[in-house]
């Protein structure tokens, strides 16, 4: 009963906690996220937000039977467990895209005291284009441009586009057992990527998507009105041909497409850095401790990605500091 009870503990325990606390003691908002990795992320969302008069505290759902995910979540969001000193920090994953076709997406989108990355997946602002060459700076210690993220990703995403919309329909219509989410990833994935020659890739997807949307207006042959009403629909949502990378599947992205990209290109980079020390006019025992240290000082692709912040400049993650901000001046001054 007892772990039942804490499980569901809701806001009004947190405002009663506040009460008690007195006039000086600060706010204290307890935010839910959907698992460890959530918790760093949300941080960074979140500390911007406190000052002396309130905190928040970043965590899991349950600490009693370490229950994690998006669902586990909301379930503290349900009925009377909501108010302002709790509120749950999740991944829009479809949600966003499918603007209330399913009863998660409108308590998703509903909530007031509900927060989402609008993005899938917080593995997408990872990947965000504009900062993938600092995370190779980061890995290799080399800030040597040898590929154009940006490009490539706004190539990438003008060929994954037209599939997106068709992915979108599908579970907005419930039709996704036609066409799924791991269709769709089979499609998109780049596969055989050369940095010297990264257009080849691209070539690969376009090919690859345009049979499949083939495919899908022979299978459903009255959609064309319903699809360009959709796509019109996701541009307003932010959604455009150059930016797709960032609402498809995060853990795709992250692990087939993003990582698998930067662990080439820091290769290179890191083949740069070694020859440099090798070719240098430095003594060889100089050369062997410039080069056990440059080696010592490398850092993990997946870690760094995981780490760095690069993604804060974005748009879309300035539209979820835009929602907790009004979310923080309603509550304080209802308060």
Not at 82 to 88: L, S, Y
Not at 131 to 139: E, G, I, K, M, P
Request: with cysteine; aromatic share 12%.
């Amino acid at each position: 009963m007892g772990s039942r009870l804490s499980d569901n503990i809701n806001s009004q325990y947190f405002e009663a906690a506040n009460v008690m606390r007195g006039k000086q003691s600060r706010r204290r908002i307890v935010a839910y996220v959907e698992s460890y990795d959530d918790i760093y992320f949300w941080r960074t969302v979140l500390s911007s937000f406190e000052d002396e008069h309130r905190y928040f505290e970043v965590m899991l759902p349950s600490k009693n039977n370490l229950t994690r995910g998006k669902k586990s979540v909301m379930m503290n969001f349900m009925g009377e467990n909501v108010g302002p000193d709790m509120i749950a920090c999740v991944d829009a994953d479809y949600d966003y895209m499918l603007q209330g076709a399913t009863p998660q997406s409108k308590r998703v989108l509903g909530c007031p005291y509900v927060f989402h990355t609008y993005v899938y997946a917080i593995e997408n602002f990872q990947c965000y284009a504009p900062s993938l060459h600092d995370v190779c700076v980061a890995v290799t210690l080399n800030d040597h441009r040898i590929f154009d993220f940006r490009e490539y990703f706004r190539q990438y995403s003008e060929a994954c586009f037209p599939l997106f919309v068709w992915s979108v329909w599908a579970y907005r219509t419930g039709n996704h057992n036609k066409f799924s989410l791991s269709d769709y990833n089979r499609v998109t994935d780049p596969g055989g990527f050369r940095v010297q020659e990264p257009g080849i890739s691209i070539d690969n997807v376009r090919r690859k998507v345009q049979t499949k949307v083939h495919e899908l207006q022979r299978l459903f042959p009255n959609n064309k009105e319903a699809y360009l009403s959709l796509k019109d629909e996701l541009f307003k949502l932010g959604v455009t041909p150059q930016t797709t990378y960032l609402y498809i599947q995060g853990h795709h992205l992250f692990d087939t497409v993003v990582a698998p990209i930067l662990d080439k290109v820091c290769v290179l980079l890191r083949q740069e850095r070694q020859n440099e020390i090798f070719l240098s006019k430095a003594h060889p025992t100089q050369k062997q401790n410039e080069m056990s240290c440059y080696e010592n000082s490398q850092q993990d692709v997946k870690v760094m990605l995981k780490k760095h912040t690069g993604y804060m400049i974005s748009d879309q993650f300035q539209q979820i500091r835009n929602d907790l901000k009004a979310y923080l001046e309603r509550t304080e001054t209802k308060g």
